[in-house]
């Protein structure tokens, strides 16, 4: 058995499967995954509840299953969030340092941070993450602690991430009516690059996009700090839509079809190949042409990129991504999807892999459990805020009092 203090869960209700990975912080400050979870997904659209009580039975299937493997009884988690009304944007704060000889205070930052989290939102969103970037002071950019600089005005950019509060509250009721407390929301998209990047390839500049079932999210780093963030309500589940409608085969069939046989790119099957098969029943299936599989997928998945890409290119980021792109979750398995990333992107394209964290070589090895990975490593990085001397309870009731009341 595990000390409890030392345990912390990330839980990923995603579309298509449900996750729970199990943490351990040792001695030394390390994390070693000690178990992990998982249930088939199957009241989830786009990644939202759309079903609560057999999302309900499916997150319990998880849990449980990771508690035997981690020999540990899970009392709390830190949860994932996703879906098509979360939005990022980077907000700037200004506050004008009065004192007489113009020396910048810490409280002269914490004001200026207060007034970059005074958004003007719609009364139905709430904040999810409100992450700082660079001070500025008198106009000087880049400036990472302005606590003693002398300036007349000090200013800090704040990228926000927002979402409906309904919307967001519909997972934590779940969980909570599991007898389970959530420690934390965590956009899955945030949870994912902090799984996969290190601090080098941050300060570089890179791109991580999560391929999942239901949605695709995206986050930017340069300099070492978040620059961008977003979802598309598309991923794998439009994928086998667009074979089943395309191909005139059922739905079951597409996704076998894609698992099987599918690829990112067109120009590796011999013209006129095709696949046949039977059912369960020895009945013969429709014969299908692997070309036209193929092309189907390729032209949803060269799509959603390049919706990515539209974005970065209008945000002025493109240039900053020295490191390239990583991907992760399940779409990150298709072959060739790596070079059609760089394709579409024209840059070097790769599969993420978590990187500091020790542990079930099963988990660590697998894209799709990058989100539920980087919940547990976002859980590490608060209990070493509270150690280090934050209130940790204190914080959280800052940040999601709203949402982590009782429902």
Excluded at 83 to 95: A, E, W, Y
Excluded at 177 to 182: A, F, P, S
């Amino acid at each position: 058995m595990f000390d409890p203090s030392s345990i912390i869960v990330g839980l990923e209700i995603g579309t298509s499967k449900i996750c729970a990975v199990v943490g351990e912080v040792n001695a030394t400050g390390a994390l070693n995954i000690v178990g992990l979870g998982q249930s088939r997904s199957r009241g989830v659209r786009k990644g939202e509840i759309a079903n609560p009580s057999t999302v309900a039975d499916d997150v319990r299937t998880a849990i449980v299953e990771a508690e035997k493997m981690a020999d540990v009884e899970i009392r709390s988690v830190f949860l994932g969030v996703t879906g098509g009304h979360l939005r990022g944007f980077t907000n700037r704060g200004v506050h004008p340092v009065v004192s007489a000889d113009r020396e910048i205070s810490q409280d002269d930052v914490e004001d200026v941070i207060r007034n970059a989290k005074a958004i003007n939102l719609p009364a139905e969103n709430y904040v999810v993450h409100a992450i700082r970037q660079h001070f500025l002071v008198d106009g000087q950019d880049g400036v990472m602690d302005p606590v003693g600089m002398l300036g007349a005005r000090v200013e800090v950019d704040m990228h926000v991430i927002h979402g409906v509060f309904n919307r967001l509250q519909n997972p934590i009721r779940v969980v909570k009516g599991l007898h389970l407390e959530v420690d934390a929301i965590v956009f899955n998209g945030l949870a994912s690059s902090l799984a996969l990047l290190t601090n080098e390839q941050k300060e570089l500049g890179a791109l991580v996009i999560d391929l999942g079932g239901g949605t695709t999210e995206y986050v930017v780093y340069s300099g070492g700090i978040v620059k961008h963030a977003g979802v598309l309500a598309v991923g794998g589940d439009h994928v086998s839509n667009d074979i089943a409608y395309g191909l005139k085969v059922p739905l079951s069939r597409a996704e076998e079809l894609k698992v099987k046989h599918g690829c990112a790119l067109t120009g590796l099957v011999e013209k006129g190949e095709s696949i046949s098969g039977q059912d369960e029943h020895g009945i013969p299936l429709k014969t299908v042409n692997l070309e036209h599989l193929r092309r189907i997928m390729a032209l949803r998945l060269e799509e959603t990129f390049e919706l990515v890409e539209a974005e970065l290119s209008k945000a002025g980021l493109l240039d900053y991504l020295r490191a390239g792109v990583f991907l992760c979750g399940g779409g990150a398995r298709i072959p060739e999807i790596q070079k059609l990333a760089e394709r579409v992107f024209q840059l070097p394209a790769q599969n993420g892999s978590t990187n500091s964290i020790s542990g079930l070589k099963s988990a660590l090895d697998q894209p799709e459990f990058a989100t539920a990975i980087g919940l547990v490593k976002y859980g590490s990085f608060q209990q070493k805020r509270r150690s280090a001397g934050f209130s940790f309870t204190q914080t959280l009731r800052e940040t999601f009092g709203g949402l982590l009341r009782k429902p």
